[in-house]
Every structure is written in structure tokens, then in C-alpha cells.
T-cell receptor
Framework: AQKVTQAQTEISVVEKEDVTLDCVYE???????LFWYKQPPSGELVFLIR??????QNEISGRYSWNFQKSTSSFNFTITASQVVDSAVYFC???????????FGTGTRLKVLA | SAVISQKPSRDICQRGTSLTIQCQVD?????MFWYRQQPGQSLTLIAT?????????ESGFVIDKFPISRPNLTFSTLTVSNMSPEDSSIYLC??????????FGSGTRLTVV
């Protein structure tokens, strides 16, 4: 069965600190997609990144970076120099090939304090 | 990527009534999905709605409670029937979006009193 685990329920950091959000997944498929979404207090889901299972290159986008390691089934997300506007719930998700159905983790609530 | 308009954005409803949520996409898509996010919880898939066929429901969700329509390739509705306070959730639709993963609507925040 497919599963996504976000062990960190809530993280609080002070502005400008770096923070890493952990994501561990389980799947028997060899082809799959991993995602990170941000959900601010307003409730909408904001797409951050999609990564397929054949691409283990780390990615950096501004202050955001992602570390994908198939060997440990992890897809961790780091925010560098965090800002108050980064405060949100962050979800890691796994999708089944070709179906676009998502399995979401339980989310990590990030609070960035000024 | 696809742009989704979801209505209403929020509503407060009396128990025992029904609410229909609309999801409009700016392009034709084969698959549309409905998710529920209960307070403080993660998102759970309710059903997959393909045009021209009956919706496929996930375990724990039934058509009588969550009837879905998919009349064309750009539109779908989800009805939450005979509501109880336990139905208070955010309901989100999403569509296939091969370029960026799925695209989600902005959600409908439902409160049942």
C-alpha cells in the first residue's frame, strides 16, 4: 500500500532560520510522482514542486530546496532564511502513475516567528 | 496550468440540508477529483469523476452521501447530502495537469451547524 509520512506535526522557527520538513513515502511502484504543496491559512493548496521517481537530482528554487533520496524513500523540503510569509501547513504527496490520484501526508504546520 | 474556479468559497449550512459545490475548469480535462479535508487533518480522496461515466468512490465514501455529476469536460459538481456537523470540512476539486501535477481549486469551506 502507498503511504506518506510526515512525522513533524508542527515546527516553530524564528525568522531567517533554515528549516527542513521531512517526508518519507512507501510505494511498490517503480514509477511514481512526489509533490510538495503549501496550504496557507486561507485554505487553498499551492503547488510547490513535482518530482518523478527517475529524477533524483536535488532542486533549488529561490529559498526552497528539495532533497530526493530513493535509497531512504525520502523527499525532504528545506526553506532557507525563513520568512513569516512561509507560515503555513506543508503537505507532501505521492501520486499513482497515470491516475493523478494523490496520497497526502498528514502535513507539517510551520510557524515562522518574527 | 489549468485554472479552476470553485464555488462557493464557503458556506454555513443547517444540518439535514444539502449543498452542491461547483468546479469549473478553463480547459477540457478527462479526470476530475474531489477531496475532503476535515479540520486539522490531511486531504482524503472522495471520488474520481470522469466525463461520460459514473464516478468512482473511494473506500468510506458512498454515492448517496456524495453524489457527483460530470456533464462535460470542464465542469463537475459534488453534493454533500443530509449534512451533519461531521461534514464540516474543506472540499477541494482537482484536475489532471500533466505539466505540474494536479491543479487544485481554492476549496469550499463548509460549516454545518
Amino acid at each position: 500500500a502507498q503511504k506518506v509520512t510526515q512525522a513533524q506535526t508542527e515546527i516553530s522557527v524564528v525568522e531567517k532560520e533554515d528549516v527542513t520538513l521531512d517526508c518519507v513515502y512507501e510505494t511498490r511502484d517503480t514509477t511514481y510522482y512526489l509533490f510538495w504543496y503549501k496550504q496557507p491559512p486561507s485554505g487553498e493548496l499551492v503547488f510547490l514542486i513535482r518530482r518523478n521517481s527517475f529524477d533524483e537530482q536535488n532542486e533549488i528554487s529561490g529559498r526552497y530546496s528539495w532533497n530526493f533520496q530513493k535509497s531512504t524513500s525520502s523527499f525532504n523540503f528545506t526553506i532557507t532564511a525563513s520568512q513569516v510569509v512561509d507560515s503555513a501547513v506543508y503537505f507532501c504527496a505521492l501520486s499513482e502513475p497515470g491516475t493523478y490520484k494523490y496520497i497526502f501526508g498528514t502535513g507539517t504546520r510551520l510557524k515562522v516567528l518574527a | 496550468s489549468a485554472v479552476i474556479s470553485q464555488k462557493p468559497s464557503r458556506d454555513i449550512c443547517q444540518r439535514g440540508t444539502s449543498l452542491t459545490i461547483q468546479c469549473q475548469v478553463d480547459s477540457q480535462v478527462t479526470m476530475m477529483f474531489w477531496y475532503r479535508q476535515q479540520p486539522g487533518q490531511s486531504l482524503t480522496l472522495i471520488a474520481t469523476a470522469n466525463q461520460g461515466s459514473e464516478a468512482t468512490y473511494e473506500s468510506g465514501f458512498v454515492i448517496d452521501k456524495f453524489p457527483i455529476s460530470r456533464p462535460n469536460l470542464t465542469f463537475s459538481t459534488l453534493t454533500v447530502s443530509n449534512m451533519s456537523p461531521e461534514d464540516s470540512s474543506i472540499y477541494l476539486c482537482s484536475v489532471e495537469d500533466p505539466g505540474e501535477g494536479g491543479t487544485f481549486g481554492s476549496g469550499t469551506r463548509l460549516t454545518v451547524v
